[in-house]
Nanobody, 120 residues
């Protein structure tokens, strides 16, 4: 399994960014995919997840109402639309495969990180 994340960058507070994560090598639709983030000196934390079938999504309280996760099954890609960004959203964002209850399963995969920097 390979996950290729893109779309990070630097934006001012209140701005928007859209992250993408294209997957290859995934043959099962049984597991959710999602996004995590890690700020300097902090542990990696759950941001959002989406099931590969159906409409179930899940969000961290800190991003509810500002971030939206979506998917394109045909492109095998998930997205994270981030609006009204805040300086505290600054982190390296990682996409993940096999996300259950806000955690990536040990048998899951990480994509490479993409840096998001929000200036005040």
């Amino acid at each position: 399994v390979q996950l290729q994340a893109s779309g990070g960058g630097e934006v001012q507070a209140g701005g928007s960014l859209r992250l993408s994560c294209a997957a290859s090598g995934i043959t099962s639709s049984n597991y959710a995919r999602g996004w995590f983030r890690q700020a300097p000196g902090r542990e990696r934390e759950f941001v959002a997840s989406i099931r590969w079938s159906g409409t179930d999504t899940s969000y961290a309280d800190s991003v509810k109402g500002r971030f939206t996760i979506s998917r394109d099954n045909a492109k095998n890609t998930i997205y994270l639309q981030m609006n009204n960004l805040k300086p505290e959203d600054t982190a390296v964002y990682y996409c993940a495969y096999k996300v259950v209850a806000g955690r990536r399963l040990p048998s899951g995969s990480w994509g490479q990180g993409t840096q998001v920097t929000v200036s005040s």
